[in-house]
């Protein structure tokens, strides 16, 4: 007579929970604040500079523009009573 063994087959599942929730919702990366007029714009709207840390410039289009221009009238201004000499 054979006697078989019969064991009980203890299967446990042990499920790990490897999906971590991040519930922690800072701040959504895809937008950025713009330093100037403060409004929270999609990265889109800011100019490109690869020296920030997102690579974004730290204003806005709107404010980079007008900065730019307000930039280019000092600009102007200052070179307006210097007289460049040749
Ligand atoms: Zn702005």
Redesign the pocket.
Known sequence: MVKRKKTAAKKKVDRKTTSKKKATRKQDPKSKQ??????R?PLDSFGKNPRMKLGRKS??R??SSELQREWNEEQREAQKPKRKRR
């Open positions: 713009c330093a100037r007029c403060l409004k714009k204003y806005c709107d404010c």
